[in-house]
């Protein structure tokens, strides 16, 4: 006996009907497609087979498994961060609340990298590390491009040029020259001579032209931006302030000195300091009272600028 069609089915297949009529396409085929498709399964929508097979360590150490997996895990968060930010970005009618929401939602991703570093500190066998970076040279995490993306689609681009340099650059300086005085060129780049590490310079050969767009997208629409251009009353929300507040210390401070205690484990462990893979400077790159990355500026006292890292 034929089931008889429900009201409720009847609504649903008018709304799918008129779905399919508003892109052209005939609902007969995608129900005829539906009817051939085979169910989901929990591996095939995860991609869990492709994840597992993403580790291909260049030694036989056992814990160059949990640097690779580790820092795979990272990016994976790091794209979920670029996509909160994107979702603020494009926002046509942003408020404090939603702009809040989705700061803190940044900010649990970033609390729990910052608390992850104990698996890379704690970890990992000490001896195995030190033997199997060396395979790693001149790769480094210093070129996690979606970690730049971060960066540039939080502030203006000003706030990352290298503190030895912000009087010279202004938002007339083409992308180009602003980007060779990022403050992670000090990681790269003998500014006496000029000469570019070979970290460095693959880093820009693959990522520089993209780095330039992407720039160029969010030169208006960073997160600093976005804020800036809110009404008064919504840049005086004291739950958006305490966000943004909370996000750029996070990123800036607490995340970055769990980055640079873990690499200083490993690298000053008590006989000598040892060059990161890459030759980046790393003490000097990576320590926030260096460098003064600062996101949002407005949110803080003249006071809190001024110490900015300089108790940790």
Do not use: C
Request: no cysteine; aromatic share 14%.
């Amino acid at each position: 006996m034929k089931k008889k069609i429900e009201p409720d089915i009847e609504r649903i297949i008018d709304a799918l009907d008129d779905k399919y009529e508003k892109i052209d396409q005939d609902l007969d085929d995608h129900l005829e497609g539906l009817l051939q498709s085979k169910p989901i399964t929990y591996w095939d929508y995860i991609h869990t087979d492709a994840l597992l097979n993403l580790q291909l360590p260049r030694t036989n150490f056992p814990d160059e498994n949990v640097f690779i997996m580790y820092h795979q895990v990272t990016e994976i968060f790091f794209k979920m961060i670029l996509w909160e930010i994107e979702q603020v970005a494009h926002h046509k009618n942003l408020t404090a609340t939603f702009f809040a929401s989705r700061l803190d939602r940044i900010s649990r991703y970033f609390d729990m990298l910052t608390s992850s570093f104990t698996i890379m500190k704690d970890g990992m066998d000490l001896d195995q590390y030190m033997k199997f970076r060396k395979t790693l040279t001149p790769a480094s995490g210093f070129q996690s491009a979606q970690y730049r993306k971060i960066e540039f689609a939080s502030t203006d681009l000003i706030n990352l040029i290298d503190a030895r340099f912000r009087e010279t650059i202004d938002r007339n300086t083409p992308y180009e020259h602003a980007l060779e005085h990022l403050y992670w060129q000090a990681a790269g780049k003998n500014y006496q001579t000029g000469k570019k590490s070979y970290l460095l310079y693959a880093f820009e050969e693959k990522y520089k032209n993209e780095f330039i767009a992407f720039t160029k997208e969010y030169n208006t629409i960073n997160l600093y931006a976005k804020f800036k251009s809110l009404p008064e009353v919504d840049r005086n929300d004291p739950t958006l302030r305490k966000a943004m507040r909370h996000y750029d210390y996070t990123v800036n401070v607490t995340w970055v000195m769990s980055h640079y205690h873990t690499a200083n484990h490993y690298l000053n462990n008590g006989e000598e300091v040892v060059e990161a893979t890459g030759g980046s400077e790393w003490t000097k790159y990576m320590h926030p009272k260096y460098q003064r990355r600062i996101f949002f500026p407005d949110v803080w006292t003249a006071e809190e600028l001024a110490n900015w890292g300089q108790d940790v």
